[in-house]
């Protein structure tokens, strides 16, 4: 059986949560305690930090005027030329995929070249389990 989540109790979820933090969390990564500083003042950076932020700043100014094609092909992932390693159509339990998602042969074929497929006319799930 599919349950449905309304999108608004997840937004609102969300946005309560992060509402209730201020500029400085406290958490655990890996079972360390970290504490985020908060915002950076700029006078205590180093010569690198600086070098850093003043490129990549003028990367997303850059960026943010380029076609899709034009930003894919400058910023290219060197894995995304890169074979698989496997084969995706030899997955465990493929018919049972194919059939609950009505994968075309062109879904297939996708699949096979990237390893994942986008099913745009599929009605998204609330979750991976369903």
């Known amino acids: 059986m599919k349950t449905r989540v309304n999108r608004w109790w997840v937004m609102a ?5 992060v509402g209730c933090t201020d500029a400085t969390s406290t958490g655990s990564v890996s079972g ?13 950076l180093t010569q690198d ?3 850093f932020r003043t490129k990549f700043a003028a990367v997303l100014a850059e960026s943010g005027t ?3 094609e034009k930003l894919a092909s400058t910023y290219a992932s060197p894995a995304s030329n890169a074979p698989l390693g496997y084969d995706p159509l030899a997955a465990a339990h493929l ?13 297939r074929q996708k699949l096979a070249t990237n390893g994942f497929v986008v099913l745009a006319r599929q009605e998204p799930t609330p979750t991976m389990v369903f």
């Open 95 to 107: 018919d049972e995929i194919t059939t609950n998602f009505a994968l075309t042969e062109a879904d």
């Open 66 to 68: 380029m076609t899709p």
């Open 49 to 51: 930090e600086k070098a």
């Open 13 to 17: 979820g969300v946005g309560a949560a």
């Open 32 to 44: 360390q305690d970290v504490t985020s500083p908060g915002p950076v003042d700029p006078g205590t």
